[in-house]
Structures are given as structure tokens and as C-alpha cells.
């Protein structure tokens, strides 16, 4: 997971998490992931599609490119750990623009999922591979 993390975190400024809305792939971009208890964690908004169809499915494929030679592509599920009020507080913590976007720990709109049972894979760019990991 270390790998994965380092990847997103350090590497990338953007990553893009492909989910299903009605049986068609949709792809948005999302921020940095927090790393939170072991897991990696990212947030959104209740009122977000990409909120409501994780609730559908939430199995996703995240991809990240460094912007020179390396990428990664990661399929996992994201799981809905909303009600983990310490996740939420390092989320905070973690971003200081948090909290006047809404992002507080009252707020129901306030959603954040972390990554499991997540085959992740770094590629070069001849798309051969780096490292992969499981999680």
C-alpha cells in the first residue's frame, strides 16, 4: 500500500476514479488521498454523483499519471466509512480548506471512503511493470 499511496500523494497532483452510472463508465478527477489507520482514504460530497454511485457500486478504477514516465491504475471497491468520525477529523486536519467547503464533522454531506481489496499496478511507459501491490 506504501507504494500506492507514495504514488498518489507525492507523485501526482490529480487522480482519476472511474465508477459506473447506469451501466457506462464515468471518470472524474479527485485530490489527494489521506492516509488514515492503514487505509487510504479520499473524500467527496453526498450530493456528488460519483457520491451516489458508489452507493450503487462501489467498485471503481483510479488512475494517476507523474506527468513524465510513470503511471498507476488501481481497481478496488470503495467503501463508505462516513460515520468514522476519526477519519473525518484527519481529513480536516489534513486539508486546511476543509472545513470552509463544508467538509465538517456535522455535516451529512460530508462523505469519505477508503480503498480495499485494491490490485494496484505502476507501469512505465512502455507499459511494463514497476511494482504491484494488494491491499
Known amino acids: 500500500m506504501e507504494k500506492t499511496f507514495d504514488f498518489l500523494k507525492k507523485r501526482t497532483q490529480v487522480n482519476y476514479v472511474a465508477t459506473i452510472n447506469e451501466g457506462r463508465p464515468s471518470c472524474r478527477p479527485f485530490g489527494d488521498p489521506v492516509l ?5 482514504y479520499a473524500l467527496t460530497n453526498a450530493r456528488k454523483n ?15 499519471y507523474d506527468g513524465e ?15 468514522n468520525i476519526e477519519a473525518k477529523k484527519a481529513i480536516i ?3 486546511d480548506w ?3 467547503a463544508g467538509y465538517t464533522l456535522d ?3 460530508f462523505k469519505v471512503f477508503y480503498l480495499a481489496n ?6 512505465n511507459s512502455d507499459g511494463e511493470v514497476l511494482a504491484k501491490e494488494t491491499f
Open 36 to 40: 488514515f489507520d492503514g487505509k487510504i
Open 50 to 64: 460519483v457520491a451516489k454511485q458508489l452507493a450503487k457500486d462501489n467498485h471503481v478504477c483510479i488512475v494517476a
Open 69 to 83: 514516465k510513470e503511471w498507476i491504475r488501481i481497481n478496488c471497491e470503495m467503501i463508505d466509512d462516513s460515520d
Open 93 to 95: 486536519a489534513e486539508f
Open 98 to 100: 476543509a472545513e470552509e
Open 107 to 109: 455535516s451529512p454531506d
Open 118 to 123: 485494491a490490485e494496484a499496478t505502476i507501469y
